[in-house]
């Protein structure tokens, strides 16, 4: 299980603003240009090796599952910037390729190197050859806004336990919310006195006298002038030891980044169904977001 799917999480409505942006001062998209995304994973949680997943050229995004070390990318792009929490962490230099590797049942071409000034982790991407990046981290939520996404996340929990192929004696009996937990993450992702929210809930639920975990997932757009914010993508589901129960996917945030140069930042979500997950991309245009690519990043 990624740790970045079961961080606690969100924010709330009266937002403090950084309202003047500079202009991006890196390069702007090129049609030719190549720009590599990874991020680290480690087959015991102790040991992180760096693993590219997306390639992005000519205004295509690609996912990236290597298996032929000799063939990796990682032998041609091999200096990385590595942000966390939208701020530059650090540098990582490839030394050595390995793999293919088994990283919770999926396999994939990593890399070890020289990490300057962060200690390699889950929540960490890496980019070489791309565009400087803004600073995409937004204001804060006043309690007010959070509530009402508090409101919202639980409104989309059932309320009683939905027909599934697991506990069909439980079908239709009421769920009962015990313990929440709430990450949010606040974002302004093309500077244009709009703000993102990613808020995530985490919660203990309970059935027929048995325990389960829930998690809701709401995207919204906002503006200090708006007391309402559009909802751009949620899910909600029921999960029993990682598994869902109740259908649908379970999306976390992962990162806010430009990768083709545009000035704007696409968002990356873990999206989790079953014990597996992926890592889906998305742009951010016309107040909405696009689905460019998905990458499977670890395995059941």
Known sequence: MLRSLIRPAFLGAAVIFYASWAPANGPKASPSRTVIVGAFDSP??????????????????????????????LNTFKNFDVYQNERRVGTFAVRRITGPTSFAALVKVVADGAASGFKPGYDQIAIANGPRQRKWRGGELNADQTARLKKKALALLPTNMPANDFFPGLVGKPVLVKEIHEHTDVLDLNGNGMFA????????????????????????????????????LSSAVITDSGQSISGGESYSFF??????????????LYASEGEGSQIKIFTFRDHTLHLVCTVGWSGS
């Open 44 to 73: 015991d949680g102790a040991t992180f090796y760096l693993a590219p997943f997306l390639s992005y050229t000519r205004g295509q995004y690609q996912s990236l599952m290597e298996e032929d070390p000799k063939q990796s990318i």
């Open 255 to 268: 990162a806010a980044t430009d990768i083709d140069g545009d000035g704007t930042a696409e968002v990356l």
């Open 197 to 232: 929210v990613a808020y995530r809930l985490d919660a203990t639920v309970e059935c027929g006298g048995r325990g389960f975990d829930a998690a809701v997932f709401l995207f919204e757009e906002g503006s200090p002038r708006q007391r309402q914010n559009r909802t751009l």
